[in-house]
């Protein structure tokens, strides 16, 4: 053989030695969405971080995955799941802890977001004939459940396999608010007491990220200019917040999630929701109505701007809109709780 077919030779080795290996036949069990319904599951997978669970068959109970989106376009990132051409594979793990008998009463919605956490969640924990199953939780979260008693069975683990596992009957949140709500807001004001020096509250939405508000500091001046103390939920305790809003007589909020604080208001308490353009959720008057609350809306009519985010929009989701409040907005409350 000549130098050069020796070469050629060597050459088509090297190459073959750097190609990566042919893909074989896809392993694992293909992840589905069912429409899974309230009740006693055997030998489910409970990945509580995204809380989500399937079976071994790859069954996803849609009521809790339905916020999955989150996590991605799909159930790709979940724990042991590859995702491969159009399907996402779970491969069962061997060594993934084990719980005998739990209650998945959290999806991820509510685990991110408090007001489903408080409104929707809660409740199903009140009366449970299993433990309630979550990821570490929160300092918001671990102060609710302290307030009304309950302690979870906290899993620290990506996935865990749970031989008997209770899902809750999904809760019509937002379009209702399981009453028992009643049952925590009183177990949680038997522990806090009323700050009755803080009769008017505005609940700041200051570092919100889906409706962001352009003349939130503006408004916050005029509000303090009428005695509003301006509160800014994220930086206290549900304690310090409870305590604030059983002694408010005037509570106003943009719509959001700062509005499910309206649950510890006292009843006749006067709530005012500031409703952003286009937007027609409802829940904050079914939640002022249910506790006794006088509510009054107020529906800005200018117009929703997209959120120019050049750096890094990822912390917003694509909802998201900037809005202003209308200058009719401080004579309608002037009117209503003369300064």
């Known amino acids: ?51 989500v669970a399937f079976d071994d068959a790859g069954q996803v109970f849609a009521s809790l995955a339905r916020p999955v989106s989150s996590l991605g376009a799909d159930l790709s990132r979940l724990p042991h799941v590859t995702p491969r051409e159009a399907v996402n594979l779970f491969t069962a ?16 919605r509510g685990l991110r977001n408090y007001a489903r956490f408080l409104l929707a969640n ?32 906290v899993v620290d683990a990506p996935l865990v396999r749970v031989g008997e596992a209770l899902l809750p009957p999904e809760p019509g949140f937002p379009a209702a608010i399981d009453p028992r709500v009643l049952e925590i ?71 959001g999630t700062a509005l499910a604080h309206l649950l510890f208001c006292a009843p006749g308490a006067r709530v005012v929701e500031i409703q952003p353009p286009g937007t027609s959720s409802a829940w904050g008057r079914i939640l002022a109505e ?18 120019d985010t050049p750096l890094d929009p990822s912390p917003r989701p694509d909802t998201a809109f900037s809005w202003s409040v209308d200058e009719a907005f401080l004579p309608f409350l002037d009117a209503l709780a003369p300064p």
């Not at 793990?93 to 991820?108: H, S």
């Not at 249910?290 to 959120?307: N, T």
């Open 1 to 51: 053989m000549s130098r050069v077919g020796r070469l050629v030779r060597r050459v088509d080795r090297r190459l073959k030695a750097l190609a990566p290996a042919p893909r074989g036949a896809p392993t694992g069990v293909p992840l589905t969405m069912v429409a899974g319904g309230a009740g006693m599951y055997r030998n489910l997978w409970y990945a509580p971080g995204a809380g």
């Open 93 to 108: 793990p061997t060594n993934a802890p084990e719980i005998a008998r739990g209650t998945l009463f959290a999806d991820g």
């Open 122 to 153: 809660l409740p199903a924990v009140l009366s449970l004939d299993a433990p309630a199953l979550m990821p570490p939780p929160t300092r918001w979260q671990a102060d609710l459940l302290d307030l009304i008693g309950v302690m979870p069975l």
């Open 185 to 255: 807001r009183d177990r949680v004001a038997a522990r806090v007491e009323a700050w009755s020096e803080r009769e008017r509250v505005y609940l700041s939405g200051y570092h919100a990220a889906r409706a962001v508000m352009t003349d939130e500091a503006a408004f916050e001046w005029a509000l303090a200019q009428r005695g509003f103390v301006i509160i800014r939920p994220e930086t206290l305790t549900v304690r310090q917040l409870v305590g604030v809003l059983r002694g408010a007589r005037l509570v106003v909020s943009a719509s």
């Open 290 to 307: 249910l506790i006794g609350a006088e509510w009054h809306g107020f529906s800005a009519s200018g117009p929703r701007a997209v959120i």
